[in-house]
Structures are given as C-alpha cells and as structure tokens.
C-alpha cells in the first residue's frame, strides 16, 4: 500500500493531467450528430495506435542482442503503424464519401 | 528525454485535441483527421530521431523497417477496402493496437525477470505493466472477433449462462492480476496464464454478442485500446501517449453512450442483452 502512495505522490502531475484529459475527452465528443460516429470511432482508433510510441521506445531501449525483446518490439511497432496509418486512411476516405453525399 | 522531443510531444498532444475537435463538426471533420495524423506523425518522427541513447545501427533499421512494413500493409487494406466493409476495418486496425500495447507490455516484465532484488519494478510498475497486458489482450481478441462477426465469417455464440461465466472469469482475472501484483511474481509462467486467460475473456466477452450491436462494441473495445496506450505511457512517463490515449478513452466512452442513445439500446443490454440480431438492424446504420 505504502508503494502505491508512493507511486501517486511521486507522479502527482501525471495524475492531474490524467483527470484533465479525461475531462476534455468528454466534452469533444459531447453533442456529436450521429451521422459523424462512425468516423469519429475510426478517427479515434487512429488515434488510440500512438502506442506506438511506445513499441517504438521498447525498441530503442532494447539490447541489440535481447532477440525476443528486439522481434516482440518488432511487431509491436507493424501492428502499431497499421492501426495508426490505415487508421487515418480509412477515416478520411469515409469523411469524403460523407461529403459528396451532401 | 531532450526538451526537443519534449516541445514536439506537447505539439503532437494539442494537434490531438483540436483534431478530435474538429472531428466532430461535419464540415470541419476532414480538416481534423488530418490535423491529428500529422500530429501522430510528428510524435512517430520525434521518438525515432531524438532519441538521447546510443542506439545500433541495426536496431534503427528494424524500426524504420518495420514502420515501412506496417505502413504500406495499412495504406493499400484502407484503400482496397469496400465502403460497406469500413467498420469491420476500424475493428481489425483496433485490435492491432490492443496487441500492440499487450507486447510492449511482455516486453516490459520480461525485463524484471532474473533481475536483483533491487532491481524490481515497484509493485505500482508492476501493476501497470499487468494492466496493459490485460486490457491488450481483450481488445486484441475483442476485436477480432467483432472483425469476423461482422464479416459474417462467425456466429454468435452464446454458451449457457453465459453473462455468469463471462463476469466470474472476469472476476478471477482480476484477482490473479492482483495475486501476481502482491507476491511480486516474475514467473514467466504466471504472466503467460494471464495473458492467454485474457485473450479467452475478450473473446468470450464479444462472442455472444449480435452483429447488429457490433459497432457500439467496437466503439467500446476502441475506448478500452486508448486506455492502454495510457497506460504504457504512465510506464514510460511519456505525455503523447498518456493524453492521447485518455482522450481516446474518454471520448470513446462517450461515443459508445452516444451510439447506444442513437439505437434506443442501453449499454447494458448491448452487453449482457446479446439479443441483437434481428430488431436492432434497422436502427444501427443511423
């Protein structure tokens, strides 16, 4: 237990902007018309592939001998960059299609 | 980290927030995706190139590689893909960002394995470190599933009683999770139980589920992937990915309860209703 109020001491800032963000969140997506909820499910996917980031910085802080961390961080980052790349992809040509029915 | 890099993350955030912003007004929609792609692409480069560690050559190489890899296989899927077939596409890419966020969470334990005492990870890391892999895991299957449902590859499936195993499964996912948290574990073993225990409650989770409630799940699953792309960014303190995937998370939530109003279906039903299949079709497209 003691751990843990450690662990949130330390990492007070990181908390406040956790709550913040959450906050934020809510009130982008607050009164969204409905014919935008699928892109915007697709935008957000696009978005939520920024674990990359971290696929990526496994990869940096791996040793270039360590071949299970090296091949695990391998994929990592493909599947990261697939869902980021064709995640951006798919919601824009489903925003032009949207277009040209208007 | 180098303050560049630092300068870029918090440029990479703001273009997040302004993106899903403009996101969710019709005319500015197209603006906006692209406001936070090229954000994305900014945190991508950054990562790469500021790096303040000696990195090998080789370990440079198999990164871009596998970002040209993974970029031109999602590039041609987006463009091949049927309009009709789109949604089941976010739910495949989904997937891939909860396996994502699952192997860098092996990474990282494995990292604590055969380690000194004093080198451990603190409980609070540790935990982390489990949540990632668990949440990973669900999306990972989750989505999978919602991808081969919707494709009509799958049936339902729907054992006896199934919202009684799905929520004691769940249960004793959590405690295990918690058990390998207050022993301290570094068992390889007892991470690989939990992580295939995960991978079968997402898949459980989604499979008795009508594909006519597909796309409020995936829009669920897609909230849950944002969650551990937060987390992993609690592990390495890196902001991009905490905000971005808190926003992901949140605003995913609320798009979920959105898409549910939108059908006249509570999440609840959505969930342990799993009577979708016929009455619901009609509305869902909306």
Not at chain 2, 96 to 124: H, Q, R, Y
Request: hydrophobic share 55%.
């Amino acid at each position: 237990m003691n751990q843990f109020i450690e662990f949130i001491s330390q990492n007070l800032e990181l908390i406040y902007i956790l709550i913040l963000a959450i906050f934020i969140g809510v009130e982008l997506i607050k009164n969204v018309p409905t014919v935008l909820h699928t892109p915007l499910m697709s935008g957000a996917n696009a978005l939520s592939g920024v674990v990359i980031v971290g696929a990526i910085i496994v990869m940096l802080q791996s040793d270039p001998e360590n071949y299970l961390a090296l091949g695990l961080g391998f994929v990592a980052v493909v599947l990261g960059i697939i869902n980021v790349v064709g995640g951006f992809a798919v919601t824009d040509r489903m925003l032009q299609m949207f277009k040209k029915k208007k | 980290m180098s303050i560049y890099l630092s300068i870029i993350y918090l440029i990479a955030t703001v273009t997040f927030i302004v993106g899903l912003k403009n996101l969710g007004h019709p005319a500015t929609a197209k603006k906006g995706n692209l406001i936070s792609a090229l954000g994305m692409g900014l945190a991508i480069v950054g990562t790469i190139v500021l790096t303040e560690n000696e990195i090998s050559p080789i370990i440079y190489g198999l990164i871009i590689g596998a970002i040209v890899v993974g970029g031109i296989i999602g590039w041609v899927i987006a463009m091949k893909v049927e309009m009709t077939k789109m949604p089941e596409l976010v739910s495949l890419f989904n997937g891939f960002g909860g396996a994502s966020a699952l192997l860098i969470g092996l990474v990282e334990f494995n990292k604590n394995i055969g380690v000194a005492e004093a080198d451990k990870a603190s409980a609070a890391i540790i935990s982390t470190i489990i949540s990632a892999i668990i949440i990973g895991s669900i999306t990972f299957t989750g989505s999978l599933v919602a991808w081969a449902k919707l494709n009509g590859s799958m049936k339902d499936l729907r054992l006896p009683k199934y919202n009684l195993i799905n929520n004691i499964l769940f249960l004793i996912l959590l405690a295990f999770a918690v058990y390998i948290v207050l022993i301290g574990s570094d068992s390889s073993l007892l991470i690989y139980v939990l992580l295939v225990a995960s991978l079968v409650y997402g898949y459980l989770f989604v499979a008795p589920i009508g594909g006519a409630d597909m796309p409020v799940v995936i829009s669920l699953l897609n909230s849950l992937t944002g969650i551990a792309a937060a987390i992993t960014g609690i592990l390495y303190g890196n902001m991009v990915m905490l905000v971005g995937g808190i926003l992901v998370g949140s605003a995913g939530l609320i798009l979920t309860f959105a898409m549910c109003k939108a059908m006249n279906r509570s999440l609840a039903s959505v969930i342990f209703g799993a009577f979708g299949g016929a009455e619901a079709v009609g509305t869902s497209t909306g």
